[in-house]
Protein backbone atom coordinates (compact mmCIF):
# COMPACT_ATOMS: atom_id res chain seq x y z
CA UNK A 1 0.00 0.00 0.00
CA UNK A 2 2.95 2.40 0.74
CA UNK A 3 4.80 1.66 -2.79
CA UNK A 4 1.38 2.41 -4.28
CA UNK A 5 0.88 5.69 -2.58
CA UNK A 6 4.51 6.72 -3.45
CA UNK A 7 3.97 5.98 -6.58
CA UNK A 8 1.06 8.03 -7.48
CA UNK A 9 3.06 10.61 -5.68
CA UNK A 10 5.83 10.58 -8.36
CA UNK A 11 3.45 10.48 -11.25
CA UNK A 12 1.50 13.31 -9.97
CA UNK A 13 4.66 15.00 -9.36
CA UNK A 14 6.31 14.11 -13.01
CA UNK A 15 2.95 14.89 -14.55
CA UNK A 16 2.85 18.59 -13.18
CA UNK A 17 6.18 18.51 -14.04
CA UNK A 18 5.58 18.17 -17.31
CA UNK A 19 2.71 20.51 -17.70
CA UNK A 20 5.40 22.82 -16.45
CA UNK A 21 7.43 21.93 -19.23
CA UNK A 22 4.96 23.30 -21.58
CA UNK A 23 5.59 26.80 -21.19
CA UNK A 24 9.26 26.90 -20.08
CA UNK A 25 12.05 25.63 -21.71
CA UNK A 26 13.85 25.27 -19.15
CA UNK A 27 12.06 22.99 -17.13
CA UNK A 28 11.60 21.08 -19.96
CA UNK A 29 15.27 20.48 -20.63
CA UNK A 30 15.98 20.11 -17.31
CA UNK A 31 13.58 17.12 -17.41
CA UNK A 32 14.71 15.74 -20.82
CA UNK A 33 18.57 15.86 -19.23
CA UNK A 34 18.76 12.33 -18.29
CA UNK A 35 17.68 11.21 -21.91
CA UNK A 36 20.26 13.95 -23.38
CA UNK A 37 22.86 13.00 -21.90
CA UNK A 38 22.26 9.66 -20.72
CA UNK A 39 25.23 9.01 -17.93
CA UNK A 40 26.19 12.60 -17.57
CA UNK A 41 24.72 14.11 -14.13
CA UNK A 42 23.12 17.91 -14.50
CA UNK A 43 24.93 20.61 -14.05
CA UNK A 44 22.94 23.35 -14.31
CA UNK A 45 23.95 27.43 -14.09
CA UNK A 46 22.76 29.93 -14.09
CA UNK A 47 23.96 31.23 -18.43
CA UNK A 48 21.80 28.06 -19.18
CA UNK A 49 18.81 29.70 -17.88
CA UNK A 50 20.10 33.07 -20.00
CA UNK A 51 20.17 30.63 -23.30
CA UNK A 52 16.53 29.42 -22.41
CA UNK A 53 14.87 32.67 -21.45
CA UNK A 54 16.36 34.13 -25.25
CA UNK A 55 15.09 31.17 -26.88
CA UNK A 56 11.64 31.20 -25.51
CA UNK A 57 11.63 34.88 -26.70
CA UNK A 58 12.41 33.97 -30.33
CA UNK A 59 9.44 31.70 -29.92
CA UNK A 60 7.30 33.90 -28.03
CA UNK A 61 7.96 36.84 -31.16
CA UNK A 62 10.23 39.09 -29.11
CA UNK A 63 13.17 38.74 -31.01
CA UNK A 64 12.92 38.11 -34.76
CA UNK A 65 16.65 36.95 -35.12
CA UNK A 66 19.36 35.69 -31.97
CA UNK A 67 23.03 35.64 -31.92
CA UNK A 68 24.67 33.89 -28.84
CA UNK A 69 28.29 33.31 -28.46
CA UNK A 70 29.61 31.30 -25.37
CA UNK A 71 32.77 29.04 -24.63
CA UNK A 72 33.10 25.39 -26.06
CA UNK A 73 31.90 22.05 -24.05
CA UNK A 74 29.41 24.49 -22.49
CA UNK A 75 26.23 22.99 -23.44
CA UNK A 76 25.06 25.01 -26.47
CA UNK A 77 24.12 22.23 -29.13
CA UNK A 78 22.27 20.23 -26.50
CA UNK A 79 20.03 23.50 -25.88
CA UNK A 80 19.77 24.70 -28.75
CA UNK A 81 20.14 22.53 -31.46
CA UNK A 82 18.77 19.08 -29.98
CA UNK A 83 15.96 20.17 -26.78
CA UNK A 84 14.66 23.31 -28.22
CA UNK A 85 13.43 21.77 -31.85
CA UNK A 86 11.78 19.14 -29.08
CA UNK A 87 9.96 21.66 -27.39
CA UNK A 88 8.76 23.83 -29.69
CA UNK A 89 6.96 20.86 -31.51
CA UNK A 90 4.54 20.29 -28.19
CA UNK A 91 2.83 23.57 -28.74
CA UNK A 92 3.51 24.21 -32.06
CA UNK A 93 4.36 21.18 -34.33
CA UNK A 94 3.89 23.09 -37.35
CA UNK A 95 6.90 24.73 -36.83
CA UNK A 96 9.04 24.01 -39.47
CA UNK A 97 13.33 23.65 -38.23
CA UNK A 98 15.91 24.25 -41.33
CA UNK A 99 19.57 22.99 -38.94
CA UNK A 100 22.61 23.89 -40.07
CA UNK A 101 26.52 23.71 -39.75
CA UNK A 102 29.79 23.80 -40.67
CA UNK A 103 29.85 19.96 -41.56
CA UNK A 104 26.59 18.03 -42.67
CA UNK A 105 27.80 15.27 -39.83
CA UNK A 106 27.12 17.26 -36.85
CA UNK A 107 23.87 19.17 -38.29
CA UNK A 108 22.72 15.45 -38.86
CA UNK A 109 23.86 14.29 -35.33
CA UNK A 110 22.05 16.90 -33.41
CA UNK A 111 18.95 16.00 -35.81
CA UNK A 112 18.81 12.51 -34.58
CA UNK A 113 19.38 13.46 -30.66
CA UNK A 114 16.06 15.29 -31.03
CA UNK A 115 14.72 13.20 -32.45
CA UNK A 116 15.74 10.25 -30.26
CA UNK A 117 14.41 12.45 -27.28
CA UNK A 118 11.05 12.74 -29.17
CA UNK A 119 10.85 9.08 -29.38
CA UNK A 120 11.66 8.30 -25.55
CA UNK A 121 8.78 6.76 -23.11
CA UNK A 122 9.13 9.99 -21.23
CA UNK A 123 8.23 12.40 -23.78
CA UNK A 124 5.60 9.55 -25.77
CA UNK A 125 3.95 9.76 -22.54
CA UNK A 126 3.81 13.01 -21.57
CA UNK A 127 3.67 14.95 -25.48
CA UNK A 128 2.65 12.00 -27.58
CA UNK A 129 -1.11 14.09 -28.34
CA UNK A 130 0.98 17.00 -29.86
CA UNK A 131 1.91 15.07 -33.20
CA UNK A 132 3.01 11.88 -34.81
CA UNK A 133 6.01 11.43 -37.19
CA UNK A 134 4.98 10.82 -40.56
CA UNK A 135 6.16 7.84 -42.42
CA UNK A 136 6.35 9.32 -45.99
CA UNK A 137 9.49 11.69 -44.79
CA UNK A 138 11.10 10.03 -42.42
CA UNK A 139 15.22 10.21 -43.19
CA UNK A 140 17.86 11.45 -40.85
CA UNK A 141 18.85 14.18 -42.37
CA UNK A 142 15.10 15.02 -43.34
CA UNK A 143 11.81 14.38 -41.25
CA UNK A 144 8.32 15.23 -40.78
CA UNK A 145 5.61 15.39 -38.76
CA UNK A 146 1.54 14.74 -39.16
CA UNK A 147 0.88 18.76 -38.60
CA UNK A 148 3.27 19.96 -41.68
CA UNK A 149 6.31 20.35 -39.14
CA UNK A 150 9.48 19.53 -40.64
CA UNK A 151 13.47 19.48 -39.48
CA UNK A 152 16.12 19.74 -42.09
CA UNK A 153 19.68 19.65 -41.38
CA UNK A 154 22.21 20.59 -44.14
CA UNK A 155 25.72 22.13 -43.76
CA UNK A 156 27.53 25.38 -45.15
CA UNK A 157 28.55 23.12 -48.77
CA UNK A 158 25.19 21.89 -48.30
CA UNK A 159 23.22 25.28 -49.55
CA UNK A 160 19.90 24.06 -48.80
CA UNK A 161 18.85 25.75 -52.19
CA UNK A 162 14.91 25.22 -52.58
CA UNK A 163 14.18 24.18 -48.77
CA UNK A 164 12.93 26.13 -46.40
CA UNK A 165 11.58 26.76 -42.88
CA UNK A 166 10.03 29.07 -39.97
CA UNK A 167 12.96 28.54 -38.46
CA UNK A 168 17.01 28.81 -39.57
CA UNK A 169 19.12 27.23 -36.78
CA UNK A 170 22.86 27.84 -36.97
CA UNK A 171 25.48 26.05 -35.26
CA UNK A 172 28.95 26.28 -35.47
CA UNK A 173 28.98 27.70 -38.78
CA UNK A 174 33.01 27.99 -39.18
CA UNK A 175 35.55 24.78 -38.95
CA UNK A 176 38.36 26.72 -36.28
CA UNK A 177 40.78 25.22 -38.67
CA UNK A 178 39.59 26.87 -41.92
CA UNK A 179 38.19 30.26 -40.31
CA UNK A 180 41.52 32.00 -40.95
CA UNK A 181 40.87 31.73 -44.55
CA UNK A 182 39.25 34.92 -46.24
CA UNK A 183 38.15 33.08 -49.31
CA UNK A 184 36.69 30.69 -46.78
CA UNK A 185 35.29 32.99 -44.63
CA UNK A 186 33.14 34.79 -47.56
CA UNK A 187 32.26 31.54 -48.82
CA UNK A 188 30.00 31.48 -45.28
CA UNK A 189 29.27 35.36 -45.42
CA UNK A 190 27.42 34.43 -49.23
CA UNK A 191 25.88 31.51 -47.82
CA UNK A 192 24.28 33.26 -45.11
CA UNK A 193 23.31 36.02 -47.16
CA UNK A 194 22.39 34.93 -49.75
CA UNK A 195 21.26 31.25 -49.56
CA UNK A 196 20.00 31.42 -45.98
CA UNK A 197 18.52 35.07 -45.75
CA UNK A 198 16.31 34.01 -48.60
CA UNK A 199 15.16 30.30 -46.93
CA UNK A 200 12.73 31.53 -44.69
CA UNK A 201 8.89 30.92 -45.77
CA UNK A 202 8.07 34.14 -43.69
CA UNK A 203 10.54 37.05 -43.83
CA UNK A 204 8.38 39.13 -41.37
CA UNK A 205 7.72 35.77 -38.92
CA UNK A 206 10.28 33.90 -39.55
CA UNK A 207 13.12 33.27 -36.86
CA UNK A 208 17.08 33.01 -37.36
CA UNK A 209 19.82 32.01 -34.81
CA UNK A 210 23.58 31.74 -35.08
CA UNK A 211 25.46 29.92 -31.45
CA UNK A 212 29.33 29.57 -31.76
CA UNK A 213 32.14 30.70 -30.37
CA UNK A 214 34.05 33.24 -31.38
CA UNK A 215 36.62 32.29 -33.58
CA UNK A 216 37.76 35.33 -35.64
CA UNK A 217 36.65 38.85 -35.53
CA UNK A 218 35.39 38.90 -39.34
CA UNK A 219 33.53 35.67 -38.46
CA UNK A 220 30.05 34.61 -39.42
CA UNK A 221 28.83 36.00 -36.52
CA UNK A 222 31.47 39.19 -36.73
CA UNK A 223 29.76 39.93 -40.29
CA UNK A 224 25.71 39.46 -39.02
CA UNK A 225 26.72 42.05 -36.00
CA UNK A 226 28.31 44.54 -38.21
CA UNK A 227 24.86 44.41 -40.20
CA UNK A 228 23.05 45.01 -37.10
CA UNK A 229 19.27 43.34 -36.64
CA UNK A 230 19.98 40.97 -34.60
CA UNK A 231 20.19 40.42 -30.57
CA UNK A 232 23.60 39.53 -29.08
CA UNK A 233 23.69 36.99 -25.60
CA UNK A 234 27.45 37.39 -25.10
CA UNK A 235 28.76 35.09 -22.50
CA UNK A 236 32.49 35.15 -21.89
CA UNK A 237 34.01 32.70 -19.81
CA UNK A 238 35.25 35.54 -17.32
CA UNK A 239 33.40 37.84 -16.46
CA UNK A 240 34.38 42.01 -18.17
CA UNK A 241 32.60 44.82 -16.35
CA UNK A 242 33.56 46.63 -19.45
CA UNK A 243 31.53 44.47 -21.97
CA UNK A 244 28.60 43.46 -19.66
CA UNK A 245 26.34 42.12 -21.56
CA UNK A 246 22.41 43.89 -21.79
CA UNK A 247 19.71 42.41 -23.65
CA UNK A 248 15.97 43.67 -24.90
CA UNK A 249 14.32 41.21 -22.70
CA UNK A 250 15.71 42.87 -19.61
CA UNK A 251 18.44 40.29 -19.28
CA UNK A 252 21.81 41.04 -17.97
CA UNK A 253 24.82 39.25 -16.85
CA UNK A 254 24.74 38.62 -13.27
CA UNK A 255 28.26 38.44 -12.74
CA UNK A 256 30.11 41.66 -10.61
CA UNK A 257 33.34 40.60 -9.94
CA UNK A 258 35.92 40.59 -12.74
CA UNK A 259 37.31 37.49 -14.34
CA UNK A 260 34.73 35.65 -12.60
CA UNK A 261 33.86 32.31 -14.14
CA UNK A 262 30.91 31.37 -16.23
CA UNK A 263 30.17 28.17 -15.29
CA UNK A 264 32.44 27.51 -11.97
CA UNK A 265 31.11 23.99 -11.30
CA UNK A 266 32.91 22.88 -14.85
CA UNK A 267 35.29 25.38 -15.75
CA UNK A 268 36.68 26.17 -12.37
CA UNK A 269 39.42 28.99 -12.82
CA UNK A 270 42.06 26.28 -12.60
CA UNK A 271 40.69 24.98 -15.69
CA UNK A 272 40.11 28.47 -17.10
CA UNK A 273 44.09 29.41 -16.32
CA UNK A 274 45.09 25.84 -17.84
CA UNK A 275 43.08 26.56 -21.13
CA UNK A 276 44.92 29.81 -21.50
CA UNK A 277 48.21 29.10 -20.77
CA UNK A 278 47.45 26.04 -23.81
CA UNK A 279 45.52 28.17 -26.41
CA UNK A 280 47.29 31.89 -25.97
CA UNK A 281 45.20 34.70 -27.66
CA UNK A 282 43.10 32.06 -29.13
CA UNK A 283 41.74 31.78 -25.67
CA UNK A 284 40.32 35.56 -26.01
CA UNK A 285 38.56 34.46 -29.14
CA UNK A 286 36.60 31.26 -28.45
CA UNK A 287 36.66 31.62 -24.51
CA UNK A 288 36.37 35.20 -24.55
CA UNK A 289 34.30 35.87 -27.29
CA UNK A 290 36.44 38.54 -27.72
CA UNK A 291 38.85 37.81 -31.18
CA UNK A 292 41.41 40.16 -32.18
CA UNK A 293 42.04 42.14 -34.86
CA UNK A 294 43.32 40.95 -38.19
CA UNK A 295 46.57 42.50 -38.54
CA UNK A 296 48.72 39.26 -37.93
CA UNK A 297 47.38 39.03 -34.22
CA UNK A 298 49.34 42.04 -33.24
CA UNK A 299 49.11 43.75 -30.08
CA UNK A 300 48.75 47.58 -30.18
CA UNK A 301 50.24 49.43 -27.01
CA UNK A 302 46.80 50.74 -26.59
CA UNK A 303 45.02 46.98 -25.97
CA UNK A 304 47.60 45.92 -23.66
CA UNK A 305 45.90 46.67 -20.51
CA UNK A 306 43.08 44.02 -21.13
CA UNK A 307 45.62 41.33 -22.20
CA UNK A 308 47.39 41.65 -19.20
CA UNK A 309 44.06 41.84 -17.25
CA UNK A 310 43.59 38.03 -19.00
CA UNK A 311 47.66 37.43 -19.18
CA UNK A 312 49.40 38.57 -16.60
CA UNK A 313 52.37 36.62 -17.28
CA UNK A 314 52.76 38.41 -20.68
CA UNK A 315 55.95 40.46 -21.49
CA UNK A 316 55.60 43.83 -22.17
CA UNK A 317 57.42 44.03 -25.20
CA UNK A 318 55.06 44.39 -28.50
CA UNK A 319 55.27 44.86 -32.14
CA UNK A 320 54.58 47.70 -33.48
Known sequence: MQSNILETVRREQSRRLAEKSRHSFATFTQCAWPYLEQG????????????CDHLEALYRGQIKKLVISLPPRHTKSTLVSVAFPAWAWINAPSERFLTTSYRVDLAIRDAERSRGLMETEWYQEYFHSSFAFSSSQNVKSFYRNDHGGTRIATSVEGGATGEGGSWVVCDDPHSIMDVTSPTKRERVHVWWDSVMGNRLNDQQTGRMVIVAQRSHKFDLIGHVLAQGGYEYLMLPAEFDPSRKTFTSIGWSDPRTEPGQPLWEEKFPRSVLDARKSAMGLDYLAQFQQAP??????IIRPAHMHGYHLLFPNMESTHKN
Do not use: F, M, R, Y
Open 292 to 297: VSEEGN
Open 40 to 51: TPLSWSWHHDAI
